[in-house]
């Protein structure tokens, strides 16, 4: 265990992602089965413990520790497994004993019962230093957070031989840990291992946002375009097994199997293959909002009322195989021709359709389609477009990001100036650093006049750097507390003005101006605008207007990344 | 007597009406008590200064000769009285010339400690617990997930890292009066025994700290030497030159950083450290508790940093306590690479 939780202690301080690489590769050139290979399935998140609750740990602490204490401190770190690793009181003398290996743990807390957790965990804890308590705590509520995806440590894994990452990532699916397999032929002594899972999931293939300088480089001749949904990217798997009974599975875009949150829809599919489209749902034909989709989301029981209420579909937009032949080293013209047959002879039970492509000839064509998706094509379902993809017709589907074949061209968002008035401490990455912000705009019938009231709140979207310059101004104008809430001084001359953009606006009982913003976010900080000059409400609210059809995008929810962390 | 009519919060600062004076004041007053150089306890421009003689030297380095009207220097542990108000001077282990100041009048005492650390430190004479009626602390670290790792144990990391990697230059962000030198006093004492490399801004700092007989070995300036000599290197500098332009000239350099906020994870990943260094200026969670309860005071009143927990944490013991919410300290402790005003070079031929 020593080892391991120095290498995620290593891991969370390098920044660099060769760096990084660089580490997990040596950990495992010099660590031996199977620790290293549930070191691998800690990395890639293969490992879940279901009864190592983040309340248990939170029961341990507070038998231990006065409770105000540690909400002070839970506010102060902003990460539950490191506060109560560096609150902990250890006994004195238990650290002599070497703690038991990382295999050895897995065992433990996949096997044992519940009411055995308590004592063995505590007396784990007991027995670990903070970075041993702060890494074990760590594993077993399955949340590492330390810079490295699957991608990263599967490319560790490709680093110890001659392989490269994706081929590790197309022998991945089907393995188990401590994957002694995989790393004898990472290591070139042993035969490619072989998966026999008839569903496996093929890493996704994604696009780069598109700026405008790039039309310049691009002829419209060479792409094709799509609606870009606002939905899940999904990919559905279905093969059959050794016993010739077929498998289906969903899979989300970081190869997360989420089959059990639609049984409906994995139950309606009947092709052979791996399709790549957007989970959506669709009542009585027309394309729902993603605030319907989230009430199907992160849902421990998926109840037959809510499948009825919320029917999920598929919009397919690519075919990677099908019938057992690998169709990704075709062009994406003519996979869209396979992939058009095979929705044409699926069963018409309104599970999958096809995305219709949108035709142009010109980049302006294009940009007015974008524009007003609603009398080019999307008819009734232009609520959940978000922009347009493009991608090219010669394109092969290559796992990643490559840049040049896809590229995504969102609609613009809004942005209002708004004043700071309140500021409270962030989790994770930003925490100890007052990074949570609730903006207001202006009442009165000019900037300047009536009251602020709040319109929304943010936490990303700035710089590492803006972050200290704001946390400074909240620290030295904070005018009142509210527990771990500050006010800051608002006024039409003193106070600071946030440039703050957002995707789009709705009614909402939730804020005392009765609007809410969609995916806020700090654009830019107005050091150099006097509050008074700020924007008002009246603004915002005839924003709503010409708002019917605006995105809406949703907070972290499978696999979607949030922009801040995509920049 | 209310103790408030010895000493109480304003918005410049620590006033006290008996004495017609203010300690440590943020904003420029006629007469000021302070009790160490940092530059947020510290300021130029007010009229009449007393601190102790090496406060008083750090102020005219920093600041110019002429950074108040008048100067008096106070010996530690000597009495002095103003307008009828006694005024001692106590060590606090902070910094160089730091002291606690204590007021004593009708039979009240008031101690107000500025910043203070408890334990050994080859740069700072050490913290004296000063018996008192109310103690006056700050809370820079008040909370239980702070508590510092004895400092020999944080300068092997250093040591350990630097034969790991003797070809990379190791870059450590330091403030640049007292954690500076306190890093070069700890590695000598672990035996790193190679010229140890600064940045231009806290060169004068530094040749004061080995003029008042503390010697910290063969010291020099990055810029000054060549390149070819960078490799395996110690160069100690303000956190803000880190991702200046100045840290350009270090190829690959492993980025270090000396603050008790390293104990943070996200601190440090916030700033881009791969080597975290957890070393305080400041008294940690027990540290704190010890120090208060090593006066025997009656209250408590708590300056700045997590003064919420503090205070909680004195109630339970018994104690009266209350935060006084003061704003403008902590700028030492709280900054990081990614704000660089206060460790920027604050005279002309500081800049490298």
Redesign the interface.
């Given at each position: 265990m020593n080892r391991f939780a120095a290498l995620l202690d290593r891991l969370?301080?390098?920044?660099r992602r060769n760096g990084k690489i660089r580490l997990i590769a040596d950990y495992f050139a010099h660590t031996p089965d199977p620790e290293r290979g549930f070191a691998l399935a800690a990395l890639t998140g293969a490992l879940s413990f279901r009864n190592a609750k983040p309340g248990l740990i939170r029961q341990l602490i507070s038998e231990r520790?006065?409770p105000?204490?540690f909400a002070?401190?839970y506010d102060?770190?902003?990460?539950l497994s490191?506060?109560v690793a560096?609150?902990w009181p250890a006994p004195h003398g238990l650290n002599h004993t070497e703690p038991p290996p990382l295999s050895a743990i897995v065992h433990a807390f996949t096997h044992m019962g519940k009411a055995e957790l308590p004592a063995v965990l505590a007396s784990l804890l007991d027995r670990l230093d903070e970075t041993g308590r702060?890494a074990l705590l760590k594993l077993i509520t399955g949340g590492l957070r330390i810079g490295v995806s699957a991608r990263l440590a599967k490319t560790a894994v490709a680093a110890l031989g001659e392989r490269t990452p994706d081929e590790i990532e197309l022998v991945w699916p089907g393995l188990e840990p401590p994957y002694e397999a995989l790393f004898a032929w990472a290591e070139g002594r042993g035969e490619r291992p072989e998966t026999d899972d008839p569903a496996p999931f093929r890493p996704v293939m994604l696009s780069h946002p598109l700026e405008d300088t790039d039309f310049e480089n691009l002829d419209p001749a060479q792409f094709r375009a799509e609606w870009k949904w606002d939905g899940i990217r999904i990919q559905a798997a279905r093969g059959a097994g050794a016993d010739g009974r077929h498998v289906t599975r969903l899979y989300s875009r970081t190869g997360e199997d989420i089959s059990g949150a639609f049984p409906d829809l994995a139950g309606a599919l009947a092709f052979d293959g791996a399709v790549d489209g957007e989970l959506l749902i669709l009542s009585e034909g027309r394309v729902q909002s993603f605030n319907v989709l989230q009430q199907r989301l992160n849902r421990k029981v998926v109840s037959p009322k809510l499948i009825m209420e919320f029917p999920a579909h598929i919009r397919a937009y690519d075919l990677l195989f099908e019938a057992g032949e690998d169709l990704r080293d075709l062009p994406f013209d003519a996979r869209r021709a396979r992939l058009e047959a095979l929705i044409a002879a699926h069963p018409q039970d309104g599970r999958i359709d096809l995305s219709p492509i949108v035709s142009f000839e010109s980049w302006d064509d294009l940009a007015a389609a974008r524009a007003d998706p609603a009398s080019h094509g999307a008819g009734d379902d232009a609520e959940a477009v978000e922009g347009v993809m493009l991608k090219r017709a010669d394109s092969f589907y290559v796992p990643g990001r490559p840049k040049g074949p896809w590229w995504k061209w969102k609609r613009d968002p809004h942005s209002v100036d708004a004043v700071l008035m309140y500021a409270q401490r962030g989790h994770?990455?930003?925490?100890?650093?007052y990074s949570d912000y609730t903006f207001g705009v202006w009442t009165g019938a000019t900037s300047g006049e009536g009251e602020l009231v709040p319109v929304g709140k943010a936490y990303f979207g700035f710089t590492?750097?803006e972050?200290?310059?704001i946390d400074?101004f909240v620290?030295?104008n904070?005018v009142n507390r509210f527990g771990p809430v500050r006010e800051v001084v608002h006024t039409a001359t003193e106070g600071l003005v946030l440039e703050v953009a957002f995707e789009g606006l709705a009614r909402s009982t939730r804020h005392r101006s009765g609007l809410a913003m969609r995916f806020p976010r700090i654009a830019r900080l107005r050091w150099d605008k006097p509050p008074g000059e700020a924007d008002r409400l009246e603004t915002l609210e005839r924003m709503i207007g010409d708002e019917g059809r605006a995105p809406r995008r949703p907070s972290l929810v499978l696999g979607k990344q949030q922009p801040a962390e995509e920049a | 007597m209310r103790p408030e009519e010895l000493l109480h919060s304003t918005p410049q600062g620590l006033y006290s009406p008996a004495g017609d004076f203010f300690i440590d004041p943020t904003r420029l007053v006629p007469r000021a008590l302070i009790t160490h150089g940092h530059s947020d306890h510290a300021r130029a421009g007010h009229g009449a200064v007393m601190a102790t003689r090496q406060t008083l030297d750090i102020m005219a380095i920093r600041y110019g000769e002429g950074f108040a009207g008048a100067t008096q220097a106070a010996e530690y542990g000597k009495r002095v009285e103003l307008n009828g108000v006694g005024v001692t001077f106590h060590p606090a282990g902070h910094i160089l010339g730091s002291a606690q100041i204590a007021l004593d009048h009708k039979g009240c005492t008031i101690v107000a400690s500025g910043d203070y650390k408890p334990g050994a430190d080859p740069t700072a004479l050490p913290f004296e617990p000063i018996r008192c009626t109310i103690f006056i602390s700050e809370a820079t670290f008040g909370l239980p997930v702070f508590r510092h790792p004895d400092p020999t144990e944080e300068t092997a990391k250093l040591t350990d890292s630097l034969a790991l990697f003797p070809e990379r230059a190791h870059l450590v962000g330091a403030y640049a009066l007292g954690k500076a030198q306190r890093v070069m006093a700890l590695l000598r004492a672990a035996g790193h025994d190679r010229p140890i490399l600064i940045h231009g801004a806290m060169e004068r700092l530094t040749g004061y700290y080995q003029s008042q007989g503390i010697p910290l070995g063969d010291i020099r300036l990055a810029r000054e030497v060549k390149p070819a000599e960078l490799a395996g290197s110690v160069v100690i500098c303000p956190p803000s030159a880190m991702t200046d332009v100045w840290s350009r000239r270090f190829p690959d350099p492993v980025t270090a950083f000396a603050s008790g906020w390293m104990r943070i994870r996200a601190r440090a990943r916030q700033n881009g450290v791969e080597l975290p260094l957890i070393i305080s200026d400041h008294a940690d969670w027990d540290d704190l508790q010890d120090a208060i309860l090593a006066t025997g005071c009656e209250e408590l009143w708590v300056t700045h940093g997590q003064e919420d927990a503090l205070v909680h944490w004195a109630l339970l013991a018994g104690l009266r306590a209350r935060p006084l919410h003061m704003v403008g300290y902590g700028e030492e402790e709280a900054e990081t690479t990614a704000a660089p005003d206060t460790a920027a070079p604050e005279t002309p031929e500081a800049q490298p």
């Open positions: 969370a301080y390098e920044p520790t006065d105000v204490l002070l401190s102060y770190v902003g990460d490191e506060t560096l609150m702060w994770g990455k930003r925490s100890s650093f590492d750097a972050l200290m310059e400074r620290r030295r904070t | -």
